[in-house]
């Protein structure tokens, strides 16, 4: 009896290439293949990549290396680069590393088992500028990592001119999918367990600008609201640009919406927003802002921030510091500017010297972790609703998420909760996370 051929999948970067990774197995499943338990065991390995920031393409590149060694000893491997990197990087990966089979780009996967046969057939596969889209995918929805949690995407591409973004080449135009494939594939999710939705898009809350006026993200959450068993919905990762009055009325008036929000600012500094190409200043920033506050007073902001960006001066790194002082984000992702291939920003000097990216990444860093300890310190005796997401790293504790998308741990030691809504009061507050004794329901009030 001839075994099952098995794979592997090692996803990098965003929710959106963890989401297409799920897809990915949902056709190799379909196509008889089985899943292996460790890289080691499998026939065909995956690596379904990300080319907005070079460390993520480092790990990618040093993986690949690895993975040459081990063909010269497993010549019937199959090694496949999926996601941005196969589209940006096609030439240099079939000129320079012969040992990888599939090449396929992120609008490319939808056949991903025919690919992957014709690879395992001796036949060298490229395909990232045509080919199914991954959204063409009737999705298998037991195909997820954790029951009770599902990413769900909107929409494929992006539109915005930002200089320093990789993602319009990489992914393309902006392209969101029919309302009602969404309503189907969430409702199905829901019938399997799935208690909480993540809409995904690379700007999520432009969703429907080519489908029409009637076609909005407000529109979408009330119709997913609507589901019955469905207890928190959110939508990662949203534009300035696109916060619109009607967008957070629906907010406000959805209790099952979560009060987080992932509104990255990117700079404090109106003169680099400006070369950026972001489309908005500090102002109207701070004006969208106090608007969601005044209707939603609980909602907490997320953001990202790039240090270091060309031409960026003290100064301007100071108006970023006292921008967040002023909003004081509940999380905030910092990375030091680092040219993409392809973009325009690639063709500016980057003057920023390395070593002065590292501090100001530092400053940054540690502003934020204040910020967050501020917060949490707050919560130190109150008692919250935490959905629980597993096992921490901390050995006779689980882990799960609040619903300010806050990381709390607490003692316990039974699988049966992962999946489940507890109660936990915090005792102590962490730079980064809670740790809660768990409570008897309903001590939520």
């Known amino acids: 009896m001839t075994s099952r051929p098995k794979y592997f999948v090692h996803s990098y970067g965003c929710q959106m290439n963890k989401l297409d990774s799920e897809l990915v197995e949902s056709r190799l499943l379909e196509a008889g293949y089985e899943p292996a338990d460790t890289e080691g065991e499998a026939n065909v390995v995956l690596l379904n990549t990300c080319s907005v920031r070079e460390h993520a393409e480092d790990r990618v590149w040093s993986k690949l290396g690895r993975l040459r060694v081990r063909k010269r000893k497993e010549p019937e491997l199959v090694v496949g680069m999926l996601g941005c990197m196969a589209q940006e990087h096609q030439r240099r990966v079939q000129a320079r590393m012969p040992h990888v089979d599939l090449v396929v780009g992120p609008s490319a996967f939808g056949d991903i088992e025919k690919k992957v046969d014709a690879a395992r057939a001796k036949n060298s596969v490229v395909a990232v500028d045509d080919g199914v889209s991954g959204d063409s995918i009737f999705r298998n929805v037991r195909v997820r990592p954790h029951r009770s949690q599902a990413y769900v995407s909107i929409m494929r591409g992006c539109n915005m001119p930002c200089t320093y973004c ?40 432009a969703y429907g600008r080519d489908l029409g006026r009637e076609f909005t993200l407000s529109r979408l959450l009330r119709e997913l609201h ?39 600012a990117q700079s404090g500094s109106n003169r680099v927003l400006k070369t950026m190409r972001r489309g908005y200043t500090v102002e109207r920033y701070l004006a969208r802002a106090e608007q969601l506050w005044a209707k939603v007073p609980e909602i907490e902001l997320h953001s990202d921030f790039i240090v270091g960006y060309p031409g960026e001066t003290e100064a301007d790194f100071e108006e970023t510091v006292q921008f967040m002082e002023r909003v004081k984000f509940a999380q905030s992702y910092v990375f030091k500017y680092s040219p993409r291939p392809g973009t325009i920003a690639a063709d500016l000097e980057d003057d920023v010297p390395e070593h002065e990216k590292a501090r100001r990444n530092q400053v940054l860093l540690a502003l934020q972790e204040k910020h967050t300890r501020e917060k949490n310190d707050r919560l130190v005796g109150q008692t919250l609703e935490v959905l629980v997401e597993g096992d921490s790293k901390v050995e006779g504790r689980m882990s799960g998420r609040t619903w300010h998308h806050r990381l709390a741990h607490f003692p316990a030691n039974d699988p049966a909760l992962k999946g489940q809504y507890v109660h936990v009061r915090v005792t102590e507050a962490l730079a980064h996370s809670l740790v809660g004794e768990l409570q008897p329901a309903p001590a939520l009030s």
Not at 170 to 175: D, N
Not at 178 to 187: D, G, K, L, N, Y
Not at 243 to 263: F, G, K, M, Q, W
């Open 166 to 205: 990789i993602v319009p080449t990489t992914r393309g135009i902006e392209i969101s999918r029919p309302m009602h494939e969404i309503v189907e594939e969430s409702q199905r999710l829901v019938d399997d367990g799935v208690t909480e939705i993540t809409l995904l898009g690379q700007t999520v809350n």
């Open 226 to 264: 609507a589901i019955e068993g469905l207890r928190r919905l959110a939508f990662i990762t949203s534009h300035p640009n696109f916060l619109s009055a009607e967008l957070i009325d629906t907010i406000a008036e959805l209790p099952n919406v979560s009060r987080y929000l992932h509104l990255p």
